[in-house]
Each structure stands twice: as C-alpha cells, then as structure tokens.
C-alpha cells in the first residue's frame, strides 16, 4: 500500500486527477471505477478542467459506478446518476452508453445486481476511486459480521442515512436500501485509489490502513489488495503512525 500525504485538498486532487489522466494516456480504452459523495467532487472538477483544456479523451474509456439508491430516478438531484452527469459525464466526451451505474428503479433489483456483475465481469476494472465512510464503509458495504462479495442491495445503517442527509430536505428522504457493488468486486480491480480528507476521517483512517482486517471495518480489507494507493490531506492522515 502505498500512502502519499498532502497539505492541502487542492494539490490532492491534482495527484488524483493526474493519475487517472495517465492511465487514460497509457489506456485510453481503460475502465474506470467512481465514486460518489463530496471527496471527489474536487477531483472530477480537475478532470473536466483538464478535458476543456484538450489534455484528456474518456471518448474510449467506460466507467463503472459504486453505487446507487434504490428508488431515485436519474432525474432526481440526489441520485448517483445525475451526480455523475452534474459533476463529470457531460462536460467531458464520455459516451453514455460506456457509463454504467446500478440502476435503482429496476423492477427486479435482484435481476439487476447479476446484470451489474456480469458488465463488471466482461469490463474489469483497471483503476477503482474510492472515498471512505466515517464508520469504515467503501461503496455502500456497510460493516457488519460479514460482508457479501458481489453487487447486491443493501439496507443502509441509520448512520449512513444521516450523514448523507445533509444532501437531502430532511433525514426522512434519504433512502433506505442501496444497490453497491461488493467488497469482491471492488477488490478485482486492477488498482485502487483510495483518498481521504478531512480530520473527521482521522480514526477511521487509522483503523482502515493500521488496524485489524475485519468486516466490522470494510476498508480495512483494502490491506489484502497489492496495488492500492492511499492520498490522505494532512487531517485525515493526523492518526496514522
Ligand atoms: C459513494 C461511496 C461512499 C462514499 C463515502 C464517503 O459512492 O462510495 O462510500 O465514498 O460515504 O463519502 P464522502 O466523500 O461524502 O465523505
């Protein structure tokens, strides 16, 4: 594992967006993993700077998404879909079809989950972008006395519920179930890019990357993967030995 420190957010998103810019130069037909909520806002905000600029093409790479709520169409401003349009997808030359993300209004969420593993099967993922949950979850892999290994619907912790409310009106909205890929499927990827910021992830980094590898801490089964890359900005990383 490697872990590289930054003072600041700014030039940790740099480091991010500059090591998916290189393997889309390395690649260009790549498929990468995101992530949603506020972490990597910064990152996909350098990528589609870098993109107006001419310094990247994702015209031939794919993209795979972590997660999704169940019952939120892609119109709706809180669903993964429309986070991923509002912050990357259409400001840059993705093409649409090369984007998939677990579809939450599917009448057969079951059905939906084999459909989302077998894409995942015929388009490995060369580069997974990770951010962290406060109580150690990766995706919407909540921790627990075990964890499930592929893509799969999920009831969401009261916790996740409420510290994801601040996107929504109230804590009522937020919803209850998710679809995520699973610890197994994030763990094929080829790489990871694990980044973290903020004092308010300082403990849960340091259990992730120094504790025990346990279920009842998801990331923390990120010690068992050989090509993972952790940035952290001087907060997050304050615990860590
Ligand atoms: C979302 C996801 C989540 C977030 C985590 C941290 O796709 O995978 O596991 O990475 O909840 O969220 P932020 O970045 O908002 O602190």
């Known amino acids: 594992m490697k872990i590289k420190r930054f003072t600041g957010k700014a030039a940790l998103h740099t480091e991010a967006a500059k090591l998916i810019t290189q ?12 992530a949603t909520g506020s972490t990597p806002i910064g990152i996909y905000e350098q990528l589609v700077g870098m993109y107006a600029k001419g310094r990247l093409s994702f015209a031939r790479a794919r993209s795979f998404n972590l997660d999704e709520y169940v019952g939120l169409t892609e119109s709706h401003p809180q669903s993964y879909r429309y986070y991923m ?3 990357l997808f259409r400001h840059t030359d993705f093409d649409q079809r090369n984007t998939y993300i ?16 077998s894409l995942l099967a015929e388009h490995p993922i060369d580069l997974q972008l990770l951010g962290i949950g406060h109580n150690g979850h990766i995706g919407f892999n909540e ?14 912790k009261p ?6 409310a601040r996107f929504f009106d ?29 004092a308010d992830k300082a ?8 504790g025990p590898i346990t279920t009842a801490c998801p990331a923390s089964l990120l010690q068992t993967h050989a090509n993972v890359t952790v940035l952290l900005d001087a907060d997050a990383g304050k615990e860590l030995p």
């Open 23 to 34: 393997l889309l130069k390395d690649k260009p037909d790549c498929t990468l993993g995101f």
């Open 85 to 87: 349009q509002h912050h």
């Open 102 to 117: 677990p579809n939450g209004i599917a009448a057969d969420l079951e059905a939906e989950c084999r459909r989302y593993d």
């Open 143 to 156: 921790p627990g006395h075990s964890l499930t290994g592929e893509t799969h619907l999920v009831t969401l």
């Open 159 to 164: 916790e996740t519920r409420a510290a994801n």
């Open 170 to 198: 109230s804590e009522d909205e937020v919803p209850r179930q998710a679809i995520t890929m699973g610890m197994g499927s994030i763990l094929k990827a080829k790489s990871i890019l694990l980044v973290v910021t903020g």
């Open 203 to 210: 403990a849960v980094v340091n259990e992730a990357l120094a």
